[in-house]
């Protein structure tokens, strides 16, 4: 039996577990950088399946290890995220989350679930490849500055670095059984913009001896569009975007303080740098004319995810051999971001997706919502393509 054939009937084997796994994941849901029970229970999994790991990494993080019996070999790192969001969950299912407000409303429990699942049958592989294999169990993906960053700043790799790094994502766009695959750019830089605007209050019918603070947020809103329709380099994709303004005055009561959040996407790092300093002379600028003064503070965020051409066309290879060339796809790109892209400053990666959709459903919960969940048959395509992606990158 060659070694894609052992792939296909150990995942299958191993398929029910899994989906257990997940279950167990997704009922009991941490928020970033508090995993403590959901990684005590993956290092338990780990013991269980005679894998060595090294944990505590940004105090919940962990780093296992496979190695091949066979000579040479090269060393790559499969990497997963724990962490789940402050959302209520409504759904009605036996594994519901029982921590209330707290839900795995991004498919991180199909992260974590699916890299135990392709832990495990590379560990009964092991007399079958070469080289070693590093499992990342990563915490605190949704919050700023992201896990990866502090478990690089905290020594990750500095016992062994790997040559490459594998991540995946589930995405409710593909109907589950396919993955997806883009080479080079694939997903935006995010940082968070904060702007407060301050000035002279007043009543709302006298405008004229006051300062009107919500007219000049207003301003700064619109006139910061002109950043991405005129400014932003025509094939550079570039949003900015505000989803928060405070501005706490009454029907006659012009606030001395209007407060706005956004976010600033692109695909180019120092196009980013660039748009930061012009939303801050705008701001500025804007503000200043209406006799009101602008605070600007950038949290800087995720770098832009760029995927290596060779290792994702060595990926897509793999995946189309042993799912079907007609279950791999080829993605465009997408102005989400993602702390996996702090991997990919030093490493050659490549990020993948995994469909989560019922082919028989028209449509299905968008990711961040409470009523996220998948069809945990892409559990299989998930387990496949990454256990015969790895072994095709140790070559």
């Not at 921590?99 to 392709?118: E, F, K, P, Q, R």
Request: charged content about 25%; hydrophobic content about 40%; some cysteine.
């Amino acid at each position: 039996m060659n070694i894609l054939d052992q792939i296909n009937q150990k995942c299958d084997a191993i398929f029910q577990e899994v989906v257990d796994i997940r279950r167990h994941i997704h009922a009991n849901p941490e928020l970033s950088f508090e995993e403590h029970e959901t990684s005590a229970f993956i290092q338990n999994k780990l013991t269980e399946y005679g894998i060595p790991f090294k944990a505590g990494f940004v105090k919940t993080g962990i780093l296992a290890r496979i190695d091949g019996k066979l000579p040479g070999g090269k060393v790559i790192a499969l990497r997963a995220d724990m962490d789940a969001l402050p959302i209520l969950e409504a759904n009605n299912t036996s594994y519901c989350s029982k921590n209330n407000g707290v839900m795995h409303a991004c498919g991180h429990d199909v992260h974590s679930a699916n890299l135990l699942g392709v832990a495990k049958v590379l560990k009964s592989l092991e007399d079958e490849f070469a080289g070693t294999v590093l499992l990342i169990f990563q915490p605190g993906e949704e919050v700023n500055p992201g896990g990866a960053k502090l478990m690089l700043d905290e020594g990750l790799f500095n016992e062994i670095k790997p040559e490459i790094i594998v991540g995946l994502h589930v995405l409710p766009d593909l109907p589950a059984g396919t993955v997806g695959f883009r080479s080079g750019m694939y997903m935006a830089s995010g940082d968070e913009i904060y702007i407060n605007v301050k000035g002279k209050g007043g009543h709302g019918a006298l405008p004229h001896k006051l300062t009107d603070n919500v007219l000049a947020a207003a301003d700064i809103i619109t006139s910061l569009q002109h950043i991405t329709s005129r400014n932003a380099p025509a094939d550079i994709p570039t949003v900015l975007s505000f989803g928060k303004v405070i501005a706490n005055g009454a029907t006659n009561i012009i606030p001395e303080r209007v407060e706005m959040a956004g976010t600033l996407r692109t695909m180019n790092e120092p196009w980013r740098a660039k748009a930061k300093e012009r939303i801050k002379e705008v701001a500025e600028s804007v503000a200043k004319s209406y006799g009101a003064e602008a605070e600007v503070i950038v949290d800087h965020g995720y770098p832009v995810l760029y995927n290596d051409e060779k290792i994702t066309a060595i990926a897509k290879s793999a995946a189309e051999e042993i799912l079907g060339a007609d279950k791999v796809v080829d993605m465009g790109l997408r102005m989400t971001c993602e702390d996996f892209a702090y991997y990919s400053l030093d490493y050659p990666v490549t990020f993948y997706r995994i469909g989560v959709k019922d082919p028989s459903a028209n449509e299905t919960s968008a990711l961040h919502t409470s009523t996220f969940d998948i069809d945990e048959t892409a559990l299989k395509a998930g387990m496949k393509s990454m256990t015969a992606i790895a072994i095709n990158l140790l070559k």
